[in-house]
């Protein structure tokens, strides 16, 4: 199969990460999870986004890529939440497979990345009504992979949940959602994988 990285959420390595390790592995993935917190995990995405402003988003950034520079290129970047953003900059820095943004878009501009990466396939997944969704942000980066003549797919699913995968939140936690959204996943890591 592929190498995947998997970039966890401003709230850390939860038990979902693991969870979606677990998953990717399952599937015949060689998984590496990037913990940027070095351990660190939080339960409130206040506390959670203060901490990650303290770092600093470039650092960050910077270091997401440093954490996938042993891996091969053609891997696949997993991000979700925050480490959606990260998957996108480390795309932007590396040569990849694909791309998979869970509840985590982030405008290009916001990465300081001019353009998406010619014939590098994404997928995008949101709640409908994500708190933290940002529909300007979303269509800012289906354009940029459109316009790079890019295969994205977007999948909408019912609910407020922003980590609708992660059991350990059950005020967030979708099992439906949760497994729809794994089928959909491990079919596009699979795919990439056969094509790289």
């Known amino acids: 199969m592929s190498a995947v990285a998997l970039f966890h ?5 939860r038990p979902g990460i693991t969870e979606a390790g677990r998953r990717l592995t399952a599937a015949g993935h060689d998984v590496t999870i990037v913990d940027q917190y070095d351990g660190r995990v939080f339960d409130d995405y206040e506390t959670a986004g203060d901490f990650a ?16 520079a042993d891996l091969p290129d053609g891997f696949i970047a997993v991000g979700f939440s925050n480490g959606g953003g990260m998957a ?43 708190p933290f969704r940002n529909q300007q942000w979303i269509d800012s980066v289906l354009g940029a992979v459109r316009d790079s003549g890019s295969r994205v797919e977007m999948f909408d699913y019912p609910g407020a949940g922003h980590l609708f995968t992660d059991e350990s939140l059950p ?8 497994e729809l959204f794994w089928d959909r996943v491990i079919d596009f890591c699979s795919d990439v994988a056969e094509h790289a």
Not at 103 to 120: C, F, I, K
């Open 171 to 178: 005020e967030e936690y979708d099992r439906d959602n949760a």
């Open 53 to 68: 402003t303290g770092i600093g988003y470039p650092v960050l950034m910077n270091a997401a890529v440093e954490a996938v």
């Open 88 to 130: 996108e900059y480390v795309a932007s820095r590396r040569d990849l497979a694909g791309v998979v943004m869970a509840s985590g878009a982030l405008g290009l501009d916001e990465l300081g990345v001019d353009s998406w990466p010619r014939g590098l396939p994404a997928q995008i997944h949101y709640t409908v009504d994500d």
């Open 9 to 13: 959420s401003v709230l850390g390595v």
